[in-house]
Nanobody, 124 residues
Framework: QLQLVESGGGLVQPGGSLRLSCTTS????????VGWFRQAPGKEREGVSC????????NYENSVKGRFTISRDNAKNTVYLQMNSLKPEDTAVYYC?????????????????WGQGTQVTVSS
């Protein structure tokens, strides 16, 4: 069921940056582990990054390490994904999700609440 709202996607040139936001009015996000996932046409949904509840540990998919940063703003009940040095292969629909896992695991089965997705297109 959709409970989260993503924003911040768009068209950007290679090497550019975008910041995605994930928020909800239904519950307090810092009580949950929040993950960012993406799905490109014809491909399976894959984990990009996540930040765990309680400890705030983070995890990143290998291809985005050093380029993407996940963070929380609890006052705004929002989780961000800062994406720098974007590449054409980052093009996908990006989804945020929330779950109760204590560990920062990027497995879709661990997440109970999802957003509708936001399109990110990296192209010149």
């Amino acid at each position: 069921q959709l409970q989260l709202v993503e924003s911040g996607g768009g068209l950007v040139q290679p090497g550019g940056s975008l910041r995605l936001s994930c928020t909800t009015s239904r519950f307090t996000l810092d009580h949950y582990t929040v993950g960012w996932f993406r799905q490109a046409p014809g491909k399976e949904r894959e984990g990009v990054s996540c930040i765990s509840r309680i400890s705030g540990r983070t995890n990143y998919e290998n291809s985005v390490k050093g380029r993407f940063t996940i963070s929380r703003d609890n006052a705004k009940n929002t989780v961000y994904l800062q994406m720098n040095s974007l590449k054409p292969e980052d093009t996908a629909v990006y989804y945020c999700a929330a779950g109760l896992s204590v560990l920062p695991i990027m497995d879709t089965a661990r997440y109970d609440y999802w957003g509708q997705g936001t399109q990110v297109t990296v192209s010149s």
